[in-house]
C-alpha cells in the first residue's frame, strides 16, 4: 500500500500520543498503542537524534512486523513538547514467506531466535522460540555485530559481511551472544524497487564442538583464535580476518559521523568521532605491523625480486604523504623525475619501507622545515636516503632503533615501535640494508640499500 501522508506525535516522554492509522496499527502490532512509548527502535532513535540536536531531520524509516516490511520517509520537527512526525512515501511490502522457507517460522527450529536487520545492520526485530534461550535485554536499535559477536570462519571471514557486499543469502557466521555459541543464517530483503533493504535470518545454537586435543604446555595459544599457536603462519592472516574489518567500519563510521555527512551535528560530537576514527587507524596500522611481523618471521621468509627504480619509489612515497607534511608546514625535497637508481627488490616492500621512513621523518620533524630524499648509485648498490631536521638521534638510541618496541623514546601513540625492526628485515630479505646515521640536534638520515641493476 502506499500513504501520502501518515501523520504522528510524540510528547516530552517518548509516548505515541497521536497517530494516523498506519503508524498505529504498527504501534500496536509492536505491542503497544496510543499514550504509550513510542516501540519502534529504529523511529524512536531518529526523534532521539532530532531533539538532541534541537532541528528538523528528514531520514529513511525502516521497519517490520509478522505481516510486512515499512519502507517510508520521516520527517520530524521537534519542539518544546515533543515532536511531530510526517512519514511520506509509505510503503509496505508483505512478507513473502516461500522467499525464505527456512526462516519463515522460528518454531520449525526449536531453540532458535529470528531475526532482522536493516541495510545498516541495525537490528529491527528479534523473537525467540518457546524452547530458546532468553532473549538480551536492550537489543533494538543495536548493530548486528554488537548484539552478536561476529566470529571469523576457517579462512579467516566474515560470512554475513561478504554477504552484505553482495547482497545476497548467507549461512554459517558463527557468533558468540551473552556467552551462547550460536550460528546466523540470514536471507537478503528487497523493497519494491529492487533496493537493498537489510537481512532477515535465523540464529541457532551451535553445535557441541568435540573437545579439543591437550595443548602442550610450552606453545602459546591465543584463546581469540582458538587453539591455533601465535608460531602457525595462518595467524596473520587470522589476525587480519578478525580485526581488520570490524576495525575499518569503526573508522568508517566515525569520519562519516565526523565529516557530518548524514547532517549536522555538535561540534564537540563530531571532534570525538575524529578522535575514535584517529585511534582506529592507528590500531589498524598496529594490525598491519603485527601480521608482518609474524610474516617475515617465519622461517623461509623470501622478498620477490622485481625490477625496481628508488627514485619513482620515493615519488610514489612523497605523494601518499605529501598532505600529510603540509598540514604541519613541512617541505619535502623529492627526487625530480629525471633522478633514478635502478635496483632489485619487492616492489610493494619497498614502498613500504620508505612509507615508513618518511612517515617517521614527518613525525618527528619540526613545523616549517625541510625533509629532502635522495637517490644515487655507490658500486654494486643503489641507495635511497631520507633525512629530515629533528632532533637527532644520540648514539645509544641509534644501538637499539632498529629493534622491537623501540620507538626514539617516544611515550606518544605515534606508532608501534615495530616499523624500523620490519623495514629492516624487510631490507635484509631483499639482500639490503638499512641504516642510520645521525646526531643530537642533527636530525636523522635513513639509509636503504639495494642490490643494484643496469638501467
Given at each position: 500500500m502506499s500513504e501520502r501522508i501518515v501523520r504522528g506525535r510524540v510528547d516530552r516522554s517518548g509516548a505515541l500520543v497521536s497517530a494516523d492509522a498506519p503508524l498505529l496499527r504498527l504501534q500496536q502490532r509492536a505491542g503497544a498503542g496510543l499514550d504509550k512509548p513510542l516501540a519502534l527502535p529504529h523511529l524512536a532513535r531518529l526523534?532521539?537524534?532530532?531533539?538532541?540536536?534541537?532541528?528538523?531531520?528528514?531520514?529513511?524509516?525502516?521497519?517490520?512486523?509478522?505481516?510486512?516490511?515499512?519502507?517510508?520517509?520521516?520527517?520530524?520537527?521537534?519542539?518544546?513538547?515533543?515532536?511531530?512526525?510526517?512519514?511520506?512515501?509509505?510503503?509496505?511490502?508483505?512478507?513473502?514467506?516461500?522467499?525464505?522457507?527456512?526462516?519463515?517460522?522460528?518454531?520449525?527450529?526449536?531453540?532458535?531466535?529470528?531475526?532482522?536487520?536493516?541495510?545498516?545492520?541495525?537490528?529491527?526485530?528479534?523473537?525467540?522460540?518457546?524452547?530458546?534461550?532468553?532473549?538480551?535485554?536492550?537489543?533494538?536499535?543495536?548493530s548486528l555485530s554488537e548484539l552478536f559477536e561476529l566470529q571469523p570462519d576457517e579462512e579467516g571471514r566474515f560470512p554475513v559481511l561478504r554477504a552484505l557486499a553482495r547482497q545476497s543469502r548467507f549461512d554459517g557466521q558463527r557468533v558468540q551472544v551473552a556467552h551462547i555459541a550460536m550460528t546466523l543464517s540470514g536471507d537478503a530483503l528487497f523493497d519494491a524497487t529492487g533496493r537493498f533493504t537489510g537481512f532477515r535470518g535465523l540464529a541457532t545454537p551451535a553445535d557441541p564442538q568435540p573437545s579439543a586435543e591437550p595443548v602442550a604446555a610450552a606453545a602459546l595459544v591465543d584463546p581469540a583464535f582458538g587453539s591455533l599457536p601465535l608460531s602457525d603462519p595462518q595467524f596473520g592472516r587470522r589476525i587480519d580476518g578478525a580485526l581488520r574489518g570490524p576495525l575499518s567500519r569503526i573508522i568508517a563510521t566515525a569520519e562519516t559521523i565526523s565529516g557530518q555527512f548524514d547532517g549536522p551535528i555538535r561540534a564537540d560530537y563530531a571532534r570525538y568521532a575524529g578522535d575514535i576514527a584517529h585511534a582506529g587507524r592507528h590500531l589498524l596500522g598496529l594490525v598491519d605491523d603485527l601480521a608482518d611481523l609474524q610474516n617475515i618471521e617465519r622461517p623461509g621468509f623470501k622478498a620477490a625480486r622485481d625490477e625496481i627504480d628508488l627514485g619513482d619509489l620515493a615519488r610514489r612515497a612523497v605523494g601518499l604523504l605529501g598532505m600529510k607534511a603540509e598540514e604541519r608546514g613541512i617541505r619535502i625535497d623529492a627526487p625530480r623525475t629525471d633522478d633514478k637508481a635502478p635496483a632489485t627488490g619487492e616492489f610493494r616492500r619497498v614502498l613500504q619501507v620508505l612509507l615508513n621512513l618518511l612517515g617517521n621523518a614527518i613525525r618527528y620533524s619540526p613545523e616549517n622545515s625541510l625533509i629532502w630524499i635522495r637517490v644515487n648509485r655507490e658500486d654494486d648498490r643503489a641507495t635511497i636516503t631520507v633525512a629530515d631536521q629533528g632532533q637527532g638521534i644520540d648514539a645509544e638510541q641509534q644501538a637499539v632503533v632498529f629493534e622491537k618496541f623501540e620507538r626514539l623514546g617516544r611515550t606518544d601513540s605515534?606508532?608501534?615501535?615495530?616499523?624500523?625492526?620490519?623495514?629492516?628485515?624487510?631490507?635484509?630479505?631483499?639482500?639490503?640494508e638499512l641504516t642510520v646515521d645521525s646526531a643530537p640536534g642533527q636530525g636523522a638520515r635513513f639509509t636503504l640499500s639495494l642490490p643494484a641493476r643496469d638501467a
Open positions: 526523534i532521539t537524534l532530532a531533539q538532541r540536536l534541537h532541528r528538523d531531520i528528514s531520514r529513511p524509516l525502516y521497519a517490520a512486523d509478522d505481516h510486512s516490511d515499512i519502507h517510508a520517509l520521516v520527517r520530524i520537527t521537534p519542539d518544546a513538547d515533543g515532536a511531530s512526525l510526517e512519514i511520506s512515501d509509505w510503503r509496505t511490502r508483505p512478507i513473502a514467506q516461500p522467499q525464505i522457507p527456512a526462516i519463515a517460522d522460528s518454531a520449525v527450529l526449536p531453540h532458535s531466535w529470528t531475526w532482522e536487520c536493516d541495510q545498516q545492520l541495525r537490528v529491527v526485530a528479534l523473537r525467540a522460540a518457546a524452547d530458546a534461550p532468553a532473549i538480551p535485554a536492550g537489543w533494538e536499535g543495536r605515534g606508532g608501534s615501535g615495530l616499523g624500523l625492526y620490519i623495514a629492516r628485515r624487510l631490507a635484509r630479505a631483499m639482500d639490503g
